[in-house]
């Protein structure tokens, strides 16, 4: 079943106040997907039905409620075919696990570590039996064909990270906790899953970086930004729907609970937390392309650095930004029933 609704784009950002107001300004890089988005939606419910995923209608439609395809496309613009698909496959993976958590795992920190510790075999690129599981190998190990060592391992780190700090939202969640504002955000860096979503544009954007230009230190700052914006973006279009579930780990709840201020006071925080990551993001960059930084490395890392940051970084500031704002994964029942 494909949902046409479902696969729209979403409409650009209007500067005159008209249509649905941006929460920050549009980042300035530019709007790009895939052109083989339309194509890959049609196809992509096929991987999680192999694993026995989305068995009802329901199931189905609920997935297709969160523009998977539209993501992937956005956040690896050049990709296309079997490329495409694997982002698409990632983006599918994310949500099917977040919802595992959400609905039958994720109050319980003793199964939430036992899921982990399954998944994480297929890091590896065995395959557990469970279907979440299975679907991460298969995943994993398409990632890794013919990729180089050092990503290999680095991307092996992000992914190991990712799925072991979700043991710590489960702690919070089945004591009634919330965790306090430094907590949040130390945990939320590694499960808003951005580390990952980098590791595979260098793959499907051709701008694999070797160890020592990977660990240059803009970059790191650059790369921190990225979550930075992306958690406060996400954070603000999941608010009223966190709100309503009773999840407290929200980075405005959290505000709200720390600073002892009103729920407007917290968006506003969260939005100058937002821009300030943006203009340090953009600051970062500006110095790593600079003479100084760079003075040491030949014209070919130069010109991959220029890549990744274009093709890796920006493309996931902006895809993240505009998948958010058009997906209907973040309303609450009261706005799909308006």
């Given at each position: 079943?494909?949902?046409?609704?479902?696969?729209?784009?979403?409409?650009?950002?209007?500067?005159?106040?008209?249509?649905?107001?941006?929460?920050?300004?549009?980042?300035?890089?530019?709007?790009?997907?895939?052109?083989?988005?339309?194509?890959?939606?049609?196809?992509?419910?096929?991987?999680?039905?192999?694993?026995?995923?989305?068995?009802?209608?329901?199931?189905?439609?609920?997935?297709?409620?969160?523009?998977?395809?539209?993501?992937?496309?956005?956040?690896?613009?050049?990709?296309?075919?079997?490329?495409?698909?694997?982002?698409?496959?990632?983006?599918?993976?994310?949500?099917?696990?977040?919802?595992?958590?959400?609905?039958r795992w994720g109050r319980s920190p003793e199964?939430?570590?036992?899921?982990?510790?399954?998944?994480?075999?297929?890091?590896?690129?065995?395959?557990?039996?469970?279907?979440?599981?299975?679907?991460?190998?298969?995943?994993?190990?398409?990632?890794?064909?013919?990729?180089?060592?050092?990503?290999?391992?680095?991307?092996?780190?992000?992914?190991?990270?990712?799925?072991?700090?979700?043991?710590?939202?489960?702690?919070?969640?089945?004591?009634?906790?919330?965790?306090?504002?430094?907590?949040?955000?130390?945990?939320?860096?590694?499960?808003?899953?951005?580390?990952?979503?980098?590791?595979?544009?260098?793959?499907?954007?051709?701008?694999?970086l070797p160890d020592h230009l990977y660990a240059?230190?803009?970059?790191?700052?650059?790369?921190?930004?990225?979550?930075?914006?992306?958690?406060?973006?996400?954070?603000?279009?999941?608010?009223?729907?966190?709100?309503?579930?009773?999840?407290?780990?929200?980075?405005?709840?959290?505000?709200?609970?720390?600073?002892?201020?009103?729920?407007?006071?917290?968006?506003?925080?969260?939005?100058?937390?937002?821009?300030?990551?943006?203009?340090?993001?953009?600051?970062?960059?500006?110095?790593?392309?600079?003479?100084?930084?760079?003075?040491?490395?030949?014209?070919?890392?130069?010109?991959?650095?220029?890549?990744?940051?274009?093709?890796?970084?920006?493309?996931?500031?902006?895809?993240?930004?505009?998948?958010?704002?058009?997906?209907?994964?973040?309303?609450?029942?009261?706005?799909?029933?308006?």
């Amino acid at each position: 079943m494909t949902s046409t609704a479902e696969a729209t784009m979403p409409a650009p950002a209007t500067e005159d106040g008209s249509g649905s107001p941006a929460p920050v300004p549009v980042p300035s890089f530019p709007r790009r997907i895939s052109t083989d988005f339309r194509p890959a939606h049609e196809r992509h419910l096929a991987w999680p039905k192999s694993f026995g995923f989305l068995s009802s209608q329901e199931e189905e439609a609920h997935h297709l409620k969160g523009q998977f395809p539209l993501i992937a496309a956005m956040f690896y613009p050049n990709a296309t075919g079997d490329g495409l698909d694997l982002g698409v496959d990632q983006q599918s993976w994310y949500f099917l696990f977040d919802d595992a958590l959400d609905e039958r795992w994720g109050r319980s920190p003793e199964r939430v570590r036992h899921l982990v510790g399954l998944v994480k075999e297929g890091i590896g690129g065995e395959a557990s039996p469970l279907p979440l599981a299975a679907a991460f190998a298969d995943m994993r190990r398409r990632s890794c064909r013919d990729m180089p060592e050092d990503w290999i391992q680095r991307s092996a780190a992000h992914w190991s990270s990712y799925l072991d700090h979700h043991v710590h939202e489960a702690l919070s969640r089945q004591t009634g906790t919330p965790m306090p504002l430094s907590t949040y955000l130390r945990v939320r860096r590694h499960t808003i899953g951005v580390a990952p979503v980098i590791d595979l544009a260098e793959r499907l954007s051709s701008c694999v970086l070797p160890d020592h230009l990977y660990a240059l230190p803009h970059l790191s700052v650059m790369r921190e930004m990225t979550k930075t914006f992306i958690i406060c973006d996400n954070d603000i279009v999941s608010l009223d729907k966190d709100a309503a579930s009773g999840e407290r780990n929200n980075l405005v709840l959290c505000l709200e609970r720390e600073y002892g201020i009103s729920r407007p006071e917290a968006i506003e925080k969260t939005l100058r937390r937002q821009d300030e990551a943006l203009e340090l993001f953009t600051g970062a960059h500006r110095a790593l392309l600079g003479a100084t930084a760079t003075r040491r490395l030949g014209p070919a890392e130069r010109d991959l650095l220029r890549r990744y940051c274009t093709e890796a970084l920006q493309t996931t500031i902006r895809g993240a930004y505009d998948w958010h704002h058009a997906s209907t994964r973040y309303r609450t029942v009261e706005e799909h029933a308006a």
